[in-house]
């Protein structure tokens, strides 16, 4: 039943309950996404497990997330159970022996416990994703906008989160100064900023900032028989942090639209990636996220990705989504509530209906390990939706165990890369070297006779007067366009005196002017 070119997915069923056809995925079509859904239970973990075996053996490497860590038995062969043989044998495949398979996998894990550190840069995330993580409001925006436009400026290396809290404490102690360049920069909001990196730190952000940052090749191998690489993202503990996971994986889709290169429609995927509690993405999201999200989506096809979302219900993909998910696949959902019931209708209008039977009826009858399956044909129209007994899994169905799943890390072709952390010069140090330039200049000058003092400490960027060369002695230093410039205590004194007697002066004139006009 197995097809070249094509994806096994299961073996529809008749209303009597006989087999009819095999249900395919079509290789050249995997690129244009795909949607997963069904209440907890159904088989939706099995449907993920299936489609990355298939496309590892059609030699596309694979990205999904591991919520509930029975997806890493896909690195372990499959071990002979009573249900596997039965569904195997209903739908037609040889069960004597049945074909068990263990596959390429790479653990990854942003905590560093059950895989490969995950990591990227402050600078990658960018202030749009940030402020999502953050849950920021439009002014907390506007001031990590106006931070990341420093750093870039300044030539700060924004790498993980000291060096942002380094810029925000510059941004704060010198607001007045640089809102006159930059825009208002609200002292209330830089303290908010800082207050919410403080809840990162704590939840475990720092772990997912820094270098070494993750190489997209690294996620796109494939082996030396011909095989996609899976990588299986440890995300068990990522879930106490939703906000963090959704963040992350949106980052991940961002940096594979914007690296890699336009490929058209090609004979099968350069890459799949399966988003599971995809309405973690989109909870309470903005409305400027959501258009990001699905400008990713739609492009990133062009590039040869395929993204399959997986959530219990499909109303938890905007519409504006839902429209450019083409492979469908749906377990069984539960018709209890209100939203329940709006959820089978819309998710049985999906699809192309069949005349055989009623979809919305099927849907909340379907058992554990079938589904109604829809996928692209043809020039890219999809198949008459069919009632399929999915396959069963050639992999182990189930975890690893810690000892596995270490001896999978100990020959991963990634190994060494990602383990150690590497924190090089950036925008904390050069920000903490000035300041102590800054205040040792300063003390300095203090102590140093008036006649002998040339020049006040300043402590600004680079790029905002910092490379400028020091005037020669006896004359006036050039004026500056921009930056911060802290007056000496004998420069404020000199000045001070200056007034003084320029008022005097001035007083004196004034009374001797109107003097004499009174005694005229």
Avoid at 253 to 280: I, M, N, R, T, Y
Avoid at 342 to 360: G, H, I, L, Q, S
């Amino acid at each position: 039943m197995v097809e070249e070119g094509k994806l096994f997915i299961g073996a529809s069923r008749k209303p009597d309950d006989s087999i009819n056809k095999g249900e395919y995925l079509e290789l050249k079509f995997g690129n244009r996404h795909g949607l997963i859904t069904g209440a907890t239970g159904t088989g939706k973990t099995i449907t993920l497990q299936i489609l990355a075996e298939g496309f590892a053996n059609a030699g596309v490497p694979v990205f999904c997330a591991d919520v509930k860590g029975d997806l890493s038995g896909i690195g372990a062969i499959g071990e002979t159970k009573d249900f596997i043989l039965k569904r195997a044998e209903q739908i037609g495949l040889p069960t004597n022996p049945y074909e068990f398979q263990e596959f390429p996998v790479i653990f990854w894990d942003l905590y560093g416990e059950k895989g490969h550190r995950v990591r990227t840069t402050m600078s990658e995330m960018g202030p749009l994703l940030l402020s999502r993580l953050m849950n920021a409001t439009d002014a907390q925006e506007g001031v990590l906008n106006i931070a990341f436009k420093i750093a870039d400026q300044g030539g700060l290396p924004l790498l993980d989160l000291k060096d942002l809290q380094a810029l925000l404490n510059y941004m704060g102690e010198n607001a007045t100064q640089l809102s006159n360049q930059f825009g208002f920069i609200s002292k209330a909001s830089v303290g908010s900023i800082q207050r919410e990196l403080l809840i990162l730190e704590q939840q475990g952000a720092e772990h997912f900032f820094g270098e070494p940052a993750l190489k997209i090749t690294d996620i796109m191998r494939t082996t030396n028989d011909g095989r996609g690489a899976i990588s299986v993202l440890a995300a068990d503990k990522l879930m106490m942090n939703p906000r963090l996971y959704a963040t992350f994986l949106l980052w991940l889709l961002s940096e594979l639209f914007e690296e890699l290169p336009e490929v058209g429609d090609p004979e099968k995927p350069k890459l799949v990636f399966f988003f599971d509690e995809a309405h973690l993405l989109f909870n309470d999201a903005p409305k400027v996220l959501t258009e990001r999200v699905e400008q990713v989506v739609r492009l990133i096809r062009s590039k040869g990705v395929g993204v399959y979302f997986v959530t219990q219900n499909p109303l938890d993909v905007p519409e504006t989504i839902l429209g450019q998910l083409g492979n469908r696949v749906q377990h069984a959902l539960r018709a209890y509530t209100p939203r329940d019931q709006k959820a089978v209708k819309t998710a049985a209008d999906t699809f192309r209906p069949n005349p055989e039977f009623d979809c919305a009826t099927v849907i909340t009858n379907l058992g554990t390990g079938e589904a109604l399956v829809s996928t692209l044909e043809g020039k890219g129209a999809p198949t008459m939706v069919e009632r399929t007994l999915v396959r069963p899994p050639q992999s182990r169905v189930g975890p690893l165990t810690a000892d596995e799943r270490q001896k999978v890390m100990d020959v991963s072709p990634v190994r060494g890369q990602y383990d150690e952390d590497f924190d090089r010069e950036s925008a904390y140090e050069m920000l903490t070297a000035r300041a102590k330039k800054a205040a040792e200049a300063q003390q300095q000058a203090e102590q140093e006779p008036v006649e002998a003092n040339t020049g006040g400490s300043r402590w600004t960027l680079p790029g905002f007067g910092d490379d400028e060369p020091a005037a020669p002695a006896g004359k006036q230093a050039r004026p500056r366009s921009s930056g911060y410039q802290r007056e000496t205590v004998v420069e404020a004194a000199m000045k001070s005196v200056a007034r003084t007697v320029a008022t005097q002066v001035g007083r004196a004139l004034v009374r001797g002017i109107l003097g004499s006009l009174s005694r005229r």
